[in-house]
T-cell receptor
Framework: DSGVTQTPKHLITATGQRVTLRCSPR?????VYWYQQSLDQGLQFLIQ???????AKGNILERFSAQQFPDLHSELNLSSLELGDSALYFC??????????????FGSGTRLTVV | AQKVTQAQTEISVVEKEDVTLDCVYE???????LFWYKQPPSGELVFLIR????DEQNEISGRYSWNFQKSTSSFNFTITASQVVDSAVYFC??????????WGAGTKLIIKP
């Protein structure tokens, strides 16, 4: 157990629907990162939050949004889902907002299947 | 721009052979971090090593070793006496002043019994 909890582990939904992925960071970590792993794009950074504030954005679609709550858990909202959104979504946490120097701890991922 | 290249898409070896996974990176920053992760068929990302740009010392951990060469912007990973359990996809990644991880495409390692 890495200490980063992602729920649900698996999610199957239909096109056009909206889903919410949840991530609880490791105790003491202030920063949360979301990554998408798809067959055609590989692993890509989506968005980072640090202590409740958005810190950086990557290749995140406008249909996707995220937030980090006061208890530091984070949610990634995916709406108007398309078949191409099927992927493994990872959450990682880090103590600081500058993750490299403290490293990253990854959750086990949420596998999203859009049918 | 930052970039990580893992030119080997797939490597297949017989158990007990040594195997080296290549990683070449690009960054303009002088301070950066390099990582290797293992992704077994179960899907989770398993952390293997982190190296900062100021530490070029090679590292050995059991059957695993890493060779970091700033002169060639490479951070290669060698598994000695490979085992079937080493079969997985291995990712090299870079974290620099943008803080998030930039990933290579991964190398699928198949160890045959």
């Amino acid at each position: 157990d890495s200490g980063v909890t992602q729920t649900p582990k698996h999610l199957i939904t239909a096109t056009g629907q909206r889903v919410t992925l949840r991530c609880s960071p490791r105790s003491g970590d202030l920063s949360v990162y979301w990554y998408q792993q798809s067959l055609d794009q590989g692993l890509q950074f989506l968005i980072q939050y640090y202590n409740g504030e958005e810190r950086a954005k990557g290749n995140i679609l406008e249909r996707f949004s995220a937030q980090q709550f006061p208890d530091l858990h984070s949610e990634l909202n995916l709406s108007s889902l398309e078949l191409g959104d099927s992927a493994l979504y990872f959450c990682a946490s880090s103590f600081s907002g500058t993750g490299g120097n403290y490293g990253y701890t990854f959750g086990s991922g949420t596998r999203l299947t859009v049918v | 721009a930052q970039k990580v290249t893992q030119a080997q898409t797939e490597i297949s070896v017989v158990e007990k052979e040594d195997v080296t996974l290549d990683c070449v990176y690009e960054t303009r920053d002088t301070t950066y971090y390099l990582f290797w992760y293992k992704q077994p068929p179960s899907g989770e990302l398993v952390f293997l090593i982190r190296r900062n740009s100021f530490d070029e010392q090679n590292e050995i951990s059991g059957r695993y070793s890493w060779n970091f060469q700033k002169s060639t912007s490479s951070f290669n990973f060698t598994i000695t006496a490979s085992q079937v359990v080493d079969s997985a996809v291995y990712f090299c990644a870079l974290s620099d002043s943008n803080y998030q991880l930039i990933w290579g495409a991964g190398t699928k390692l198949i160890i045959k019994p």
